[in-house]
């Protein structure tokens, strides 16, 4: 397999892990009464799944889109220009001259 398609598959693999642990804290903490509504459901596991299941896509493309844009390479450092004095002027800009132009009035 290409070295990117691993790189994306690791990464995801992690997105569903941490998935599966925020949902197992909603659950471990009770939050919104979910450990209560599942404990209360005849098929638990087919709402935690889902909900995992649900999670882990939304965390899998968050964890992929940081591993992607946390590959950029650093820029080569640039010579340091020197600051201060003036600008050269270059001569073609003396003959230069604004031109008058004539811009009817609109009412």
């Keep these: ?18 998935a599966a642990a925020f949902v197992g804290g909603l659950v471990a903490l009770d939050i919104g009464h979910l450990r209560t509504l599942l404990a209360g459901s005849g098929d ?10 649900a999670m882990g896509l939304t965390f899998s493309s968050v964890q992929m889109g940081v591993a992607v844009m946390l590959l950029a ?30 811009v009817p009035a609109r009412r």
């Design 1 to 18: 397999m290409p070295k990117l398609v691993i790189f994306l598959a690791k990464h995801a693999a992690l997105g569903f892990v941490i």
């Design 44 to 53: 638990a596991w087919l709402p935690a799944f889902i909900l995992t299941f």
């Design 73 to 102: 390479e650093e820029e080569p450092r640039q010579p340091a220009k020197p600051k201060g004095g003036r600008r050269a002027r270059d001569p073609g800009f003396a003959a230069l001259r604004p031109a008058p132009a004539r």
